[in-house]
């Protein structure tokens, strides 16, 4: 693992963020693992949800949890089986409503853990449920913040970051294709069409990993 510079610390220490703790949804992707280090070096302390596909995907989160650890505080890790997260099938919202269920089964963690926010690593339009519409819809879900730190990054600078701390090379390796992804999936999502009473199924578990 590449040796933290002084520039990617905690910096907000100083300022008393580390009095600030969320709840950050990680992939085995390059985006979140870059989202939840800019978070960690401004003092926050983070615990991770992740969503798995297979035994391979817990292997690469340890991974990731193991660099990230080293550039802030991190809490408990969260697991939960992806396939168990759909009580359906939404169609062309699939996508709307996996992150809908992920934030609602993130909240849950919130109020039972006493922490005040939602980390995403949501980067404007890079994929189909990155897309103001969208995103209007999925944040609608919940009553806490949701943080999105890489909102306006250009790909190639989460690259930049990822290479830097030590995640790229973890975040590239093969990993399973989200089987419920849909051929033409929604990118204006409607308020008005979303039900927000559907509720997550997955149960969640702790990782012990730290």
Excluded: W
Excluded at 61 to 72: A, E, F, I, N, T
Excluded at 196 to 205: D, F, G, I, K, L
């Amino acid at each position: 693992m590449p040796q933290r510079k002084d520039d990617e610390g905690r910096g907000g220490e100083e300022g008393g963020l580390t009095d600030n703790s969320a709840i950050s949804l990680i992939s085995g992707g390059i985006d979140s693992p870059v989202a939840s280090y800019l978070m960690l070096r401004k003092g926050v302390r983070l615990s991770f949800l992740h969503f798995y596909k297979s035994e391979s995907d817990l292997e690469k989160l340890k991974k990731l949890v193991s660099v990230l650890k080293g550039y802030g505080r991190v809490e408990r890790v969260y697991v939960a089986r992806h396939s168990d997260l759909f009580p359906r099938d939404f169609g062309r919202y699939n996508c709307v409503y996996c992150k809908i269920l992920m934030l609602k089964t993130a909240e849950m963690l919130c109020e039972r853990e006493d922490m005040q926010a939602i980390v995403m690593g949501d980067n404007l339009g890079q994929v189909a449920s990155q897309t103001l519409d969208n995103m209007l819809a999925i944040s609608k879900a919940v009553s806490y913040p949701i943080i999105r730190p890489l909102i306006g990054f250009d790909k190639e600078e989460i690259i930049a970051i990822a290479r830097r701390i030590g995640t790229y090379d973890i975040s590239i390796r093969e990993q399973y294709s989200c089987p419920f992804l849909p051929k033409r999936p929604v990118t204006k999502a409607k308020v008005s069409e979303i039900d927000y009473s559907v509720e997550p199924e997955a149960s969640v578990e702790v990782l012990e990993i730290l």
